[in-house]
Each structure stands twice: as structure tokens, then as C-alpha cells.
């Protein structure tokens, strides 16, 4: 056969949440900003979503980026993010993992055993630093926009349950909510249940409530967070990540441990320089720290610092033949 349409790709995966970098097959995206460039991947590269996030080639679980060039002064690239149901502005586990395989397969040169890269995300440049061991990237440690508490104790009334939920941003907006609320655990044998609530709160709140940043060209609720209660900075506080179309993130979330560490310096039980580890559902762990505080629209905000580790796990070929009835991917739904 003649191979009109290849991507190649390099996946990785940071505490079991997958990321599919695609390096070749992307044809040009227009756009000034990181923001304008997802604008026009949503409205005319969804194809490639689909195609490389959807089964037979991914699967309901994939998540994605894009690296492209820089659009802000001193970028290294910029990276768009994608999933099962589109494209996000933020990723924090893709911020480490496309840091991680850009290190290590060469597509970034560095000079020292801790390199500071800034990558455009579409909600703003976010600073990450490698920490490098021999030829291993054995974390990567990222600064990210700033974080705030937007929304705290919303009440919600679904299905006979009230209760009352926090809604933070950490590059995306998210719902926090105490899984005790519900009567549910943080475990596989719950995860069933916490996606059909998982999108069940967040159609609560949308439907009660308009959010949107006062900034940026970011609106909505991306996913709900379900948590056991804060223990302390040295005791780790379990997750689950509800995003997209009832997608679990096997990691502890980047971008939702920057908002859940928002809204507990919000509350007073962390203070600058503490730190919070967030654990994902594959035991994962996420080491943040709060920088610095600032503002954002007169909201109080803070510049937290998340760490993980990636691993690269492969890189591919993906071959799209016309002649394939399901060559534009499908999800079992």
C-alpha cells in the first residue's frame, strides 16, 4: 500500500496517565498565541484528535499534545493539549512529560544537571525545570500560572445529596469535591461511580453558575476533583480526576493539584513555602509547593510549583489508511 497520511509519535506516561506527543504529520497551525493555535486545532485539526486519542489507536483514557514553535520570547516550543472529548488549556503531567522526552531524545539541548525551559501553554508560559541524573530526567518540577480560588462553598443539591464544593483554577477550572459527600471511595472499585458523578457536578454547576477567567479567554468547568480530606503538608491526599467526557486522570493531575493548592492556601491550611502532596489513583504522587502570592482580577492567587516524573514508554508510526471504514477512530460509549 502507499503510505499517504503517517504521524509518528513519542508516548510517555507520568504516574500511569498517558501522553501521545506527536512530532510528524501536523500540518501547519495558524495563530499568534497558544490560545489562537487551539482555537484553530479545535475548528479545523480535530481530525487529528480523534484519529490519534480514539481507538483502535488510542483509547478513552489517551491524552495528547502537540509540540509547535514558540510564541513568546525566551519559549523553548509550545505544546497543545488534547483528550477524548477535545482540547484543554492546560496539562500539567503533559507539561512533564513532553519536558521529560524533549531532554532526553535530544530535541532540547541542555547544558546543565538543572535546566529551566519555558513552554507556551495556551493559558500562559509556564517556567519547568529538569532535574537531570546521567543521561535520566529524573523529575520535572513546573511553575505554574497562577492559581486561584474562584468559587468556595457553592451548594449543590443532585439526587437528594447536599453538599457544598469549592471551584479552583490551576490553568483549567476545576470542582473540588470531598468524596465523603457522596458516600464514595477512592478506589477502582468506585471509579464507575465517580465518573457518572463526575459529570454530574459539573453540569450542577455550569448550569448555576457562569465561570470564567477574568483575564484570559478561559471559561467553563474542565473536571472534578474528588478528595479525602487535607491531612496535613506531610501526609499525602488522595484524588480522583474526572475531565472530558468521563475521563479518569491516572495521575494526580497536574493542573488540579496547582487549583486544589489554590484553594487550600485560600483556606489558610497552606502557607507559602508548604507543601502538599497530592496522590493519584495508581499511588502516584505530586510534590507542589506555593511560591509566591499574587492576584489575579483583585482575586488573591498564588505561583505553585507541582513536581512528578515521566517515562518514556515508545515511539510510532501511525498509519491512516483511507481505505479503513474506522480510520477516523471511535470510542465504545
Same mark, same amino acid.
Given at each position: 500500500?502507499?503510505?499517504?497520511?503517517?504521524? *509518528?509519535?513519542?508516548?510517555?506516561?507520568? $504516574?500511569?496517565?498517558?501522553?501521545?506527543?506527536? *512530532? #510528524?504529520?501536523?500540518?501547519?497551525i495558524k495563530g499568534d498565541t497558544q490560545l489562537e493555535k487551539r482555537t484553530y486545532c479545535m475548528e479545523n485539526l480535530d481530525y487529528i484528535r480523534r484519529e490519534l486519542m480514539h481507538e483502535p489507536r488510542g483509547h478513552d483514557g489517551m491524552y495528547g499534545c502537540i509540540i509547535t514553535p514558540p510564541v513568546t520570547e525566551g519559549a523553548a516550543f509550545g505544546a497543545l493539549f488534547m483528550h477524548n472529548e477535545g482540547w484543554s488549556t492546560m496539562c500539567g503531567h503533559g507539561v512533564i512529560a513532553v519536558v521529560t522526552a524533549?531532554?532526553?531524545?535530544?530535541? %532540547?539541548?541542555?547544558?546543565?544537571?538543572?535546566p529551566e525551559l519555558i513552554i507556551d501553554c495556551p493559558?500562559?508560559?509556564?517556567?519547568?525545570? $529538569?532535574?537531570?541524573?546521567? @543521561?535520566?530526567?529524573a523529575s520535572v518540577a513546573f511553575e505554574n500560572v497562577a492559581s486561584f480560588l474562584y468559587e468556595k462553598s457553592f451548594p449543590?443539591? %443532585?439526587?437528594?445529596?447536599?453538599?457544598?464544593?469549592?471551584?479552583?483554577? #490551576? #490553568? $483549567?477550572?476545576y470542582v473540588l469535591v470531598d468524596v465523603h459527600d457522596l458516600d464514595l471511595a477512592l478506589d477502582l472499585q468506585a471509579l464507575p461511580a465517580l465518573e457518572k458523578w463526575g459529570e454530574k457536578v459539573k453540569r450542577s454547576v455550569e448550569a448555576q453558575l457562569e465561570v470564567r477567567?477574568?483575564?484570559e479567554d478561559i471559561a467553563g468547568i474542565y473536571g472534578t476533583i474528588f478528595h479525602?480530606?487535607?491531612?496535613g503538608t506531610d501526609m499525602p491526599s488522595r484524588n480522583v480526576t474526572v475531565f472530558g467526557d468521563r475521563q479518569i486522570d491516572r495521575s494526580p493531575c497536574g493542573s488540579g493539584t496547582a487549583a486544589r493548592a489554590a484553594a487550600l492556601h485560600e483556606s489558610g491550611m497552606l502557607n507559602a513555602g508548604g507543601c502538599f502532596i497530592h496522590e493519584g489513583i495508581t499511588g502516584g504522587k505530586f510534590m507542589t509547593?506555593? /511560591? @509566591?502570592? *499574587?492576584?489575579?482580577? #483583585?482575586?488573591p492567587a498564588i505561583i505553585p510549583q507541582v513536581e512528578g516524573s515521566a517515562f518514556i514508554i515508545g515511539h510510532h508510526h501511525f498509519i491512516i489508511?483511507?481505505?479503513?471504514?474506522?480510520? $477516523?477512530?471511535? /470510542?465504545?460509549?
Amino acid at each position: 500500500m502507499e503510505f499517504k497520511k503517517v504521524y *509518528t509519535t513519542i508516548d510517555a506516561h507520568v $504516574a500511569g496517565e498517558p501522553l501521545r506527543i506527536i *512530532t #510528524g504529520g501536523v500540518p501547519d497551525i495558524k495563530g499568534d498565541t497558544q490560545l489562537e493555535k487551539r482555537t484553530y486545532c479545535m475548528e479545523n485539526l480535530d481530525y487529528i484528535r480523534r484519529e490519534l486519542m480514539h481507538e483502535p489507536r488510542g483509547h478513552d483514557g489517551m491524552y495528547g499534545c502537540i509540540i509547535t514553535p514558540p510564541v513568546t520570547e525566551g519559549a523553548a516550543f509550545g505544546a497543545l493539549f488534547m483528550h477524548n472529548e477535545g482540547w484543554s488549556t492546560m496539562c500539567g503531567h503533559g507539561v512533564i512529560a513532553v519536558v521529560t522526552a524533549a531532554v532526553e531524545t535530544g530535541m %532540547i539541548a541542555v547544558d546543565d544537571k538543572s535546566p529551566e525551559l519555558i513552554i507556551d501553554c495556551p493559558c500562559g508560559p509556564v517556567k519547568a525545570h $529538569a532535574r537531570i541524573d546521567g @543521561q535520566k530526567v529524573a523529575s520535572v518540577a513546573f511553575e505554574n500560572v497562577a492559581s486561584f480560588l474562584y468559587e468556595k462553598s457553592f451548594p449543590l443539591d %443532585i439526587e437528594g445529596y447536599r453538599f457544598k464544593v469549592d471551584i479552583s483554577y #490551576g #490553568g $483549567a477550572f476545576y470542582v473540588l469535591v470531598d468524596v465523603h459527600d457522596l458516600d464514595l471511595a477512592l478506589d477502582l472499585q468506585a471509579l464507575p461511580a465517580l465518573e457518572k458523578w463526575g459529570e454530574k457536578v459539573k453540569r450542577s454547576v455550569e448550569a448555576q453558575l457562569e465561570v470564567r477567567h477574568p483575564n484570559e479567554d478561559i471559561a467553563g468547568i474542565y473536571g472534578t476533583i474528588f478528595h479525602d480530606p487535607f491531612k496535613g503538608t506531610d501526609m499525602p491526599s488522595r484524588n480522583v480526576t474526572v475531565f472530558g467526557d468521563r475521563q479518569i486522570d491516572r495521575s494526580p493531575c497536574g493542573s488540579g493539584t496547582a487549583a486544589r493548592a489554590a484553594a487550600l492556601h485560600e483556606s489558610g491550611m497552606l502557607n507559602a513555602g508548604g507543601c502538599f502532596i497530592h496522590e493519584g489513583i495508581t499511588g502516584g504522587k505530586f510534590m507542589t509547593h506555593v /511560591l @509566591q502570592k *499574587t492576584e489575579v482580577g #483583585g482575586t488573591p492567587a498564588i505561583i505553585p510549583q507541582v513536581e512528578g516524573s515521566a517515562f518514556i514508554i515508545g515511539h510510532h508510526h501511525f498509519i491512516i489508511d483511507p481505505e479503513d471504514d474506522l480510520k $477516523a477512530g471511535f /470510542l465504545l460509549k
